[in-house]
């Protein structure tokens, strides 16, 4: 089992707090008393009632009556690791913050993954923006970075966010769908809010859909600043960018995975970590100096824009390592509160009101969630940093505070923790702040339409596809016919043939030409969408640009098989040693391999054995397919339609597919074969990552450069 090597060795004060039942000699109830008998109640005869003074059943009941805590009400479904971060050379030039200094320091974090729409039991592969929530336990107190694998959000202002989330959770009436978007309340509160349209690209395109939490990115989504020991201060994005790549499952496959291993994410974040192999990210962040944001044509507060890297690149300062599960799931995963309110001194809030009402929202929630004040000391969100203040008692209280004093100022006895007189302490950047009290949206939040076509234009053709299909199949569940209209328009303002084609699988004509709403609120008519699409550009919000690099899936991602999961079709008598020899060549290259029979165990006596089976799994769940040969073991499977299904699901979701020696007849009894024969034979299937061989040690390299370039788009 994979052993942590965060920073501080296991986080030390979390440990305290953890409990093996090996080390235990007996039973007991949960005051220490020894239990004689936790099989049978105590009653009047072996057949009469139960005695209310059975303290044990009581005491066992009642502990369990009261297990569930509320799940959170977005972002229900998650799972977590722990691990470390490491800052590649000290940020001192813009920041004061303990951990972004000295590169040799590695600080313990914990980061939570999450869907948002779903209950704590729905699928991991649902569309949906997934939560990235980092907790670094840094030595001037925690820092969380909460954000998402998307750059933007819905909404400007969280005064809309109750909103937002009552129209994408299943609807009240009959709690119908589960963890998805595609119904009527989602896309009438979304056709009457322009300002999501952008996020709405993000989330219908491949992005929301990831093949693993390993190669998804991670962004802080708001603008925040960095401040240095002089007071200067620049504005700041996030980013977290998977040493993996990013990369994403394509539809078909995030329904069936559904199905088929509902804990697909989880599970494979888990494994990898017990494996050994940990999932990494490089901290990235996008900078501009306080004073130079006026110069950009989208504003630096506005949560529904990004800053596009073609314009403001972004520097890569550091790495975090997953590498170790949690003990238990409640106690951590469940339990484990993230606030934007946790920075610390050297970093700073921008006025962003969506940012503004999520310093609220976080602490008000875990009172409700957790239940006490005290969720803090509850060891997975107890800081390293120490914590001494005034503040007492209340649900739960952990800590006992010696003294008379919890009150300052103070000359009686004991312990009065005075603030901070070295810079050490935190201090708000001192910003000039003047105005009315209003209500207004500023001007400058006002364009909803040129980020979103940057994202559309910035896009592969494949990934426009994507987009399409995934629109229509969103919009084709909802039952309003207005509503798909109205959405209809909305589109046609990002690009008309987006809409156009959407529109054909609603059976609607997209009117060209027809504009459609108004910039500070809802659009509820065409006239006040045209009003508002008439103030967007083709390249307004976007610095000029029509697109901009760092947005597309399909360009610039690393070429590596690391982490990719291999199939290796096998049945008995299949030859052992082409089999050891992709294992070991995939090995090499930090991909996984297992092995997929008819049945579990030793396959006969060939020496290879099945860890999965054709009932038990499927080729969603695998980024590759090698059939190795021994002609037994091909014949046995060419008459398995399971197998030959396994081949041709492969190959239309675009993976690299490998056959040695006779392994190759067993893709030719599938479509491939078909294919192979109407266009000139191996060579064709060759282009499109389809490679068969009898050379098994050239095949095994070519295989894994196949696997790595991750799909053939080609075919
Ligand atoms: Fe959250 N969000 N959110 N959110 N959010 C919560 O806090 C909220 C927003 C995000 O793994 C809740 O502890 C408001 C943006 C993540 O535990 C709650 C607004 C982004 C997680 C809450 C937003 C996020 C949450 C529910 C609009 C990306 C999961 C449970 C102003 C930058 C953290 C909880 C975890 C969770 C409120 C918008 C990310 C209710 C009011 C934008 C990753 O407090």
Redesign the pocket.
Known sequence: MAKNSNGNGQNKDQDLARATSESANYLTDNQGHPVGDDQNSLRAGPRGPTLLEDYILREKIQHFDHERIPE????AR?A?AHGYFQVYESLAEYTSAKVLQDPSKKTPVFV???TVAGSRGSADTARDVR???VKMYTEDGNWDI???NIPV?F?QD?IK?PDLIHAVKPEPHNEIPQAASAHDTFYDFISLTPESMHMLMWVMSDRAIPRSFATMEG????TFRLINAQGTSHFVKFHWKPVLGAHSLVWDEAVKIAGQDADFHRRAMWESIEQGTPFEWEMGIQLIPEGEESKYDFDVLD?TKLWPEDLIPVRIVGKMTLDRNPDNYFAETEQ????TTNIVPGIDFSNDP??Q??N???L???LS?LGSPNFSELPINRPLAQVSNNQRDAHMRYTINKGRVSYAPATLDGHSPDETTSARGFHSYPQDVSGQKVRVRSESFGDHYGQARLFWNSMAPVEKEHIVKALQFELSKVETRDIRVRMLGQLAQINEVLAAQVGLALGEKVQTGAKTAKPNGTADSADEIAALANASSPTSASGGLERTSGLSLEEGQPQTAKGRKVAILAAPGVAAAQVQAVQDALAAEGAMAEVVGPYLGALGDSGVEATKTFANSGSVLFDAVYVPGGAASVAMLQKQGDARKFIDEAYKHGKAIAASAEGADLVMATELGRFAQGNGGAGALAEQGVLLSKDGAALARQFVAAIAQHRFRNR
């Not at 962004?219 to 708001?222: E, L």
């Not at 484990?336 to 606030?339: G, K, L, N």
């Open positions: 959170r009400v977005v972002h998650g977590a939570r993954f999450s939560g990235f929530a909460v954000g998402n959000f909404i969280a966010f962004f802080g989504v708001h949560a484990v509160a993230f606030m969506l940012l009402g999520r609220f929202s976080y008000d929630t875990q969630r």
